[in-house]
């Protein structure tokens, strides 16, 4: 029996490390990862010599294959009659659509079926909020004397626990696919989102609750938002303000879109599906997140007619219909679809 | 309860460590109970029927035994058919008939206002209708005799690992194992252990990978040659994975309990003839229908015709055992006469030609077109879809290789481990290291590329 325990545990052992292995393997192979040291989601995100927050181009990271043409690093257009850069956040630079099928993928193909020639940038990266977007708006497209130019701002960031300032750049991620640090298992890291989708919805929920709560700390029910908080909503109007200035300063047509998220016109409200996107902000009720969009795209809106920018009404467009979203505000490859062909009939308008 | 979900991975761990802690008879009723909630949890009023038939059935099987008349043998061995196929035309084919007969008086031109009612078929009803079925007519046929522990009869109908999705158990064989005692032995937990990953990873990688595949072939409109022929040999290994995993599944959690399930399932796409593919295909359910139908209605003990007949009629009826659809009828009617030609063949054509390697490989490839035109039949969801499909297989089409790509990426690494497995080679003598290698990427292919489904495609019969 005791014989029969220590080889089986042996071969539990090399069972083990045999799949982290492989794991690693995959990713080196899918995703150009190191094959030690570290890989994780920023690997992807850096901060260039100016000190702008950009994602590589054709970006990989193990679940999703980004494929999204991202930032180009050298600034220049392609040979094309046109140019277009596209600047927002994680939902523009395509985070669960399947490679090509990002919103500016989907853009460049709908020209090239419609034989327009347009060269598409897209320069987005996730977490990028609006003053992270003006930095890259000053330098380097301006720079680059695009003749449009598609802004995706997204509001709930500022909704964050602490506030959003007018930033520093941030510092280079040091899980920036190096090796050095201790070692972290490729397996347990995949393997936690993998139990958490296999968990029944109603333990998922409970889990999200204790998050979120864990996430609040010490803070009191007075610091809890029960309404969208005005002076966020002030912070984003400003940083907006100053996003369009710098828009402008390139000499580009602009075009301001909404944000489209998965709630807005449906009959029932997906609570589970709101719960995953309170855990991120927790200070804010689901009611509040879903106010808080619905009062900066009024905002948006407004602006975009002050500043006489064309503004393009995505959280209308792409409403109603739970399949354009991967999650609370992500686009699936259909909702990408429809912000790519919204887009393809601004640009062809102009 | 599916074996791939949450509760089952909470479930069984719980049953494995109460069950091992137990004596036989506590260990035989612990086993009923949590038979009894894996299948409750699905819907418990279903367990009212299980419960039905398992007292008819072991009362019935007592009095045959009992009674040395043949008359009398014979009415209680009835009222078993009776009772047995009755639940089940009930529960599985009333609204079909009644459908069919409306259709038919339509077709005719006259209205017939027959209302069909809103039955449920319970899950697993087909596998312990011909368990129970089989306990009972081997009593009556002598070659078994009753079993005298109402409990130890229960687990054998209801025993869950099996309960839904068979393999469709004989009494001679499970019920010995559910009245001794067994023996808790960490090899065969370890064996069982890595049945179950084998399973899990045909199920869960290969099938409901393969699945949006297939069914995106089979909702094209007009499809042409090549799409068919992908749509044909993508769902081949799609209910392959899918079923033989279950198998593998039950079987391996089967044995972490000390009890040997039998095989169902052997290379059935290495077939090199209708006969040989149900001699590897779906085991259980063909040795049943060999037994105790295709014998009983006389087998080949009549001439030709009478054989042809019967062999026909075997497979009809064992197309509608999977499901109250013409399509299934129709599967079951290809089957059938790919075995009458078969035998024709056998007795007239085959002295022809001389035996090989290439001719093996050359009717290998050749039978294989035709399950799969058979599974072209069993998957469509009309008769008109069969139409549409058999047309397709006429209508020219440009080869587009990306349909076939899903073959490359699921089916062909199903098919190295499952050879490396079944071959004996894995388990017994393989080098420790290559084992555990392959079970390594088994397990990681099935954990973190494989898809989730909530179903088994065979729970539907």
Request: glycine share 6%.
């Given at each position: 029996?005791?014989?029969?325990?220590?080889?089986?545990?042996?071969?539990?052992?090399?069972?083990?490390?045999?799949?982290?292995?492989?794991?690693?393997?995959?990713?080196?192979?899918?995703?150009?990862?190191?094959?030690?040291?570290?890989?994780?989601?920023?690997?992807?995100?850096?901060?260039?010599?100016?000190?702008?927050?950009?994602?590589?181009?054709?970006?990989?990271?193990?679940?999703?294959?980004?494929?999204?043409?991202?930032?180009?690093?050298?600034?220049?257009?392609?040979?094309?009659?046109?140019?277009?850069?596209?600047?927002?956040?994680?939902?523009?630079?395509?985070?669960?659509?399947?490679?090509?099928?990002?919103?500016?993928?989907?853009?460049?193909?709908?020209?090239?079926?419609?034989?327009?020639?347009?060269?598409?940038?897209?320069?987005?990266?996730?977490?990028?909020?609006?003053?992270?977007?003006?930095?890259?708006?000053?330098?380097?497209?301006?720079?680059?004397?695009?003749?449009?130019?598609?802004?995706?701002?997204?509001?709930?960031?500022?909704?964050?626990?602490?506030?959003?300032?007018?930033?520093?750049?941030?510092?280079?991620?040091?899980?920036?696919?190096?090796?050095?640090?201790?070692?972290?298992?490729?397996?347990?890291?995949?393997?936690?989102?993998?139990?958490?989708?296999?968990?029944?919805?109603?333990?998922?929920?409970?889990?999200?609750?204790?998050?979120?709560?864990?996430?609040?700390?010490?803070?009191?029910?007075?610091?809890?938002?029960?309404?969208?908080?005005?002076?966020?909503?002030?912070?984003?109007?400003?940083?907006?303000?100053?996003?369009?200035?710098?828009?402008?300063?390139?000499?580009?047509?602009?075009?301001?879109?909404?944000?489209?998220?998965?709630?807005?016109?449906?009959?029932?409200?997906?609570?589970?599906?709101?719960?995953?996107?309170?855990?991120?902000?927790?200070?804010?009720?689901?009611?509040?997140?879903?106010?808080?969009?619905?009062?900066?795209?009024?905002?948006?809106?407004?602006?975009?007619?002050?500043?006489?920018?064309?503004?393009?009404?995505?959280?209308?467009?792409?409403?109603?219909?739970?399949?354009?979203?991967?999650?609370?505000?992500?686009?699936?490859?259909?909702?990408?679809?429809?912000?790519?062909?919204?887009?393809?009939?601004?640009?062809?308008?102009? | 309860?599916?074996?791939?979900?949450?509760?089952?991975?909470v479930f069984f761990p719980i049953v494995f460590a109460i069950y091992w802690m137990l004596r036989l008879r506590a260990q035989n009723i612990f086993l009923l109970l949590a038979s009894y909630a894996f299948y409750g949890f699905w819907d418990w009023r279903f367990?009212?029927?299980?419960?039905?038939?398992?007292?008819?059935?072991?009362?019935?099987?007592?009095?045959?035994?009992?009674?040395?008349?043949?008359?009398?043998?014979?009415?209680?061995?009835?009222?078993?058919?009776?009772?047995?196929?009755?639940?089940?035309?009930?529960?599985?084919?009333?609204?079909?008939?009644?459908?069919?007969?409306?259709?038919?008086?339509?077709?005719?031109?006259?209205?017939?206002?027959?209302?069909?009612?809103?039955?449920?078929?319970?899950?697993?009803?087909?596998?312990?209708?011909?368990?129970?079925?089989?306990?009972?007519?081997?009593?009556?046929?002598?070659?078994?005799?009753?079993?005298?522990?109402?409990?130890?009869?229960?687990?054998?109908?209801?025993?869950?690992?099996?309960?839904?999705?068979?393999?469709?158990?004989?009494?001679?064989?499970?019920?010995?194992?559910?009245?001794?005692?067994?023996?808790?032995?960490?090899?065969?937990?370890?064996?069982?252990?890595?049945?179950?990953?084998?399973?899990?990873?045909?199920?869960?990688?290969?099938?409901?990978?393969?699945?949006?595949?297939?069914?995106?072939?089979?909702?094209?409109?007009?499809?042409?040659?090549?799409?068919?022929?992908?749509?044909?040999?993508?769902?081949?290994?799609?209910?392959?994975?899918?079923?033989?995993?279950?198998?593998?599944?039950?079987?391996?959690?089967?044995?972490?309990?000390?009890?040997?399930?039998?095989?169902?399932?052997?290379?059935?796409?290495?077939?090199?003839?209708?006969?040989?593919?149900?001699?590897?295909?779906?085991?259980?359910?063909?040795?049943?229908?060999?037994?105790?139908?295709?014998?009983?209605?006389?087998?080949?003990?009549?001439?030709?015709?009478?054989?042809?007949?019967?062999?026909?009629?075997?497979?009809?009826?064992?197309?509608?055992?999977?499901?109250?659809a013409w399509n299934y009828v129709l599967w079951g009617f290809f089957q059938g006469t790919c075995l009458c030609v078969h035998r024709w063949w056998i007795a007239h054509i085959k002295p022809m030609f001389k035996p090989g390697l290439m001719l093996h490989l050359?009717?290998?490839?050749?039978?294989?077109?035709?399950?799969?035109?058979?599974?072209?039949?069993?998957?469509?969801?009309?008769?008109?879809?069969?139409?549409?499909?058999?047309?397709?297989?006429?209508?020219?089409?440009?080869?587009?290789?990306?349909?076939?790509?899903?073959?490359?990426q699921y089916a062909l690494p199903m098919l190295i481990i499952e050879w490396l497995y079944a071959s004996a080679k894995l388990p017994e003598k393989a080098a420790p290291f290559i084992r555990t290698a392959v079970y390594s990427l088994a397990f990681y292919l099935?954990?973190?590329?494989?898809?989730?489904?909530?179903?088994?495609?065979?729970?539907?019969?």
């Amino acid at each position: 029996m005791l014989n029969t325990l220590i080889k089986l545990a042996g071969f539990g052992l090399l069972f083990i490390v045999l799949v982290e292995l492989i794991a690693r393997t995959e990713d080196s192979v899918r995703y150009d990862a190191p094959f030690w040291g570290h890989y994780h989601l920023e690997g992807i995100r850096g901060v260039d010599d100016r000190g702008t927050v950009r994602c590589e181009a054709n970006s990989r990271y193990k679940h999703f294959e980004l494929g999204a043409n991202g930032f180009r690093l050298t600034p220049h257009l392609e040979n094309a009659d046109r140019s277009l850069i596209w600047l927002g956040a994680s939902e523009a630079f395509g985070l669960y659509e399947t490679p090509g099928e990002d919103i500016a993928n989907q853009l460049e193909r709908g020209f090239a079926r419609d034989g327009v020639s347009v060269d598409v940038v897209n320069a987005s990266c996730f977490g990028l909020n609006l003053t992270r977007l003006q930095r890259i708006v000053e330098d380097p497209v301006a720079g680059m004397q695009p003749e449009l130019l598609a802004l995706y701002p997204t509001p709930h960031f500022y909704l964050d626990m602490i506030e959003v300032k007018a930033d520093a750049p941030p510092e280079p991620s040091a899980n920036n696919g190096g090796a050095g640090g201790g070692f972290v298992s490729r397996v347990a890291t995949k393997s936690r989102d993998v139990i958490k989708a296999f968990l029944p919805l109603a333990l998922q929920d409970r889990i999200r609750v204790y998050q979120a709560s864990r996430a609040l700390g010490n803070t009191s029910d007075d610091e809890l938002w029960k309404t969208p908080p005005a002076d966020r909503l002030a912070l984003f109007e400003a940083h907006t303000r100053g996003l369009l200035t710098a828009a402008k300063a390139t000499g580009a047509r602009v075009a301001l879109l909404t944000h489209a998220n998965a709630f807005h016109k449906q009959a029932t409200l997906n609570e589970s599906l709101l719960q995953s996107w309170q855990k991120f902000y927790p200070r804010a009720t689901g009611e509040v997140l879903i106010e808080f969009d619905a009062q900066a795209n009024e905002l948006l809106r407004r602006l975009a007619r002050e500043y006489n920018v064309a503004l393009i009404d995505i959280a209308e467009k792409v409403a109603g219909d739970p399949s354009d979203f991967a999650d609370f505000s992500h686009f699936t490859d259909t909702g990408a679809a429809k912000v790519a062909a919204e887009l393809e009939a601004w640009v062809l308008a102009n | 309860m599916i074996f791939n979900s949450f509760e089952f991975a909470v479930f069984f761990p719980i049953v494995f460590a109460i069950y091992w802690m137990l004596r036989l008879r506590a260990q035989n009723i612990f086993l009923l109970l949590a038979s009894y909630a894996f299948y409750g949890f699905w819907d418990w009023r279903f367990l009212s029927l299980i419960l039905f038939s398992t007292v008819v059935d072991y009362l019935v099987a007592q009095r045959i035994y009992a009674s040395d008349d043949p008359g009398t043998r014979k009415r209680w061995v009835t009222l078993s058919l009776v009772t047995n196929l009755g639940l089940l035309g009930v529960f599985k084919y009333f609204n079909f008939f009644i459908d069919s007969f409306v259709e038919v008086m339509a077709a005719v031109g006259m209205q017939a206002n027959i209302p069909s009612l809103q039955i449920i078929l319970p899950v697993g009803i087909s596998f312990y209708t011909f368990q129970t079925l089989s306990y009972t007519i081997d009593v009556y046929r002598k070659d078994n005799k009753p079993v005298t522990n109402l409990t130890d009869f229960a687990v054998y109908v209801a025993y869950f690992p099996q309960l839904v999705a068979g393999p469709i158990e004989r009494s001679t064989s499970l019920i010995p194992q559910i009245s001794t005692a067994r023996k808790f032995d960490l090899n065969q937990v370890y064996s069982g252990l890595t049945l179950t990953l084998i399973g899990f990873f045909k199920k869960v990688f290969v099938a409901d990978n393969l699945a949006p595949h297939v069914d995106a072939i089979f909702a094209t409109s007009d499809p042409g040659f090549w799409t068919v022929m992908a749509g044909g040999y993508l769902f081949a290994f799609q209910i392959y994975a899918d079923f033989s995993g279950y198998t593998d599944i039950a079987r391996g959690i089967s044995r972490m309990l000390g009890i040997e399930l039998r095989l169902n399932f052997q290379f059935p796409y290495a077939s090199n003839s209708p006969q040989e593919f149900w001699r590897r295909w779906h085991m259980s359910l063909s040795t049943w229908l060999r037994d105790y139908l295709y014998i009983s209605l006389g087998g080949n003990r009549h001439g030709p015709v009478r054989t042809y007949a019967n062999l026909m009629a075997t497979m009809v009826l064992g197309g509608m055992w999977h499901g109250a659809a013409w399509n299934y009828v129709l599967w079951g009617f290809f089957q059938g006469t790919c075995l009458c030609v078969h035998r024709w063949w056998i007795a007239h054509i085959k002295p022809m030609f001389k035996p090989g390697l290439m001719l093996h490989l050359f009717k290998v490839l050749l039978y294989f077109q035709f399950t799969c035109y058979g599974w072209i039949l069993f998957r469509a969801t009309s008769l008109a879809q069969v139409g549409e499909m058999t047309g397709g297989l006429f209508q020219g089409e440009a080869l587009n290789a990306t349909l076939f790509l899903p073959l490359l990426q699921y089916a062909l690494p199903m098919l190295i481990i499952e050879w490396l497995y079944a071959s004996a080679k894995l388990p017994e003598k393989a080098a420790p290291f290559i084992r555990t290698a392959v079970y390594s990427l088994a397990f990681y292919l099935f954990v973190f590329h494989g898809e989730v489904s909530e179903s088994f495609i065979y729970f539907q019969f």
